[in-house]
């Protein structure tokens, strides 16, 4: 299993659903991935851990005050809190949530790019997390009618590069740690706000998005394809929380 324990700045540390009825949410997605889904805990800042074969997937907690729709949030790593939250600042993004301590040993903060795609920065301990397995996170994207013009902010934001691929005919951003793309931007005529969308890894999308629907979610989106990358469908789960699922294209014999 692909375990992550190592995030280096700017790499995509967590993923959590905020929403309206956790324990709804939980049989859900327990019923959907085979997730187990502990009790929320005033150590974990009131969310139910989400793990795999005993490894953290994702976590599911309680709507924020003033929020009232169910939201998945995605969270980049950061050295320094204070000096990303700074440099968010600085490049016209908004702080939504003041550096903070919500569990012992985890700092945070929540901020929105110049388009509105809300996110989080994480400096904390380096803890486990699943990847790239049936049921775990495979993959992050900002959706945005614009999403090139907020490279600048991510640049320096995350210190992450910007290159390009092609999805299609579509040019499609990445987000770059080194080497390694960590995250994708696409470009979206949808009307939709900006926001990050997170992909879960199945290894059959008909027959999960059949589930997801038998489980009291909707598809958002028809099924899709892409050389290179595979198949996908957006789904909204019962609380309205969007998410995606991706059958990801075999290796190469």
């Not at 919500?102 to 920065?121: C, M, T, Y």
Request: charged share 20%.
């Amino acid at each position: 299993m692909p375990i992550e324990d190592d995030f280096p700045q700017g790499t995509p540390i967590w993923a959590d659903l905020q929403t309206g009825d956790q324990p709804a949410a939980s049989t859900f997605y327990r019923d959907l991935f085979g997730w187990e889904v502990a009790p929320a805990s005033p150590d974990t800042g009131g969310y139910g851990m989400a793990s795999l074969s005993g490894t953290p997937v994702a976590a599911i907690g309680p709507l924020p005050p003033g929020n009232v729709h169910a939201t998945w949030t995605v969270y980049f790593s950061v050295d320094d809190l204070e000096v990303a939250v700074d440099a968010a600042r600085a490049a016209d993004g908004s702080i939504l949530m003041e550096p903070g301590e919500v569990s012992p040993g985890v700092r945070l903060a929540i901020v929105a790019d110049p388009a509105g795609g809300v996110f989080g920065l994480w400096q904390r301990r380096a803890d486990p997390w699943l990847r790239d397995e049936p049921g775990a996170v495979d993959w992050l994207e900002l959706v945005a009618a614009d999403p090139a013009s907020t490279f600048p902010f991510y640049e320096s934001v995350l210190g992450v590069g910007i290159s390009e691929m092609r999805v299609g005919t579509e040019p499609y951003g990445l987000f770059d740690v080194g080497e390694t793309s960590v995250a994708g931007a696409y470009r979206s005529d949808s009307g939709d706000p900006a926001h990050w969308l997170v992909y879960f890894n199945v290894p059959d999308l008909d027959a999960a998005g059949a589930q997801a629907t038998e489980l009291g979610g909707t598809l958002r989106t028809e099924p899709m394809s892409a050389p290179g990358v595979g198949r996908w469908v957006e789904i909204v789960d019962p609380q309205g929380a969007a998410f995606a699922l991706l059958e990801p294209e075999p290796e190469p014999a």
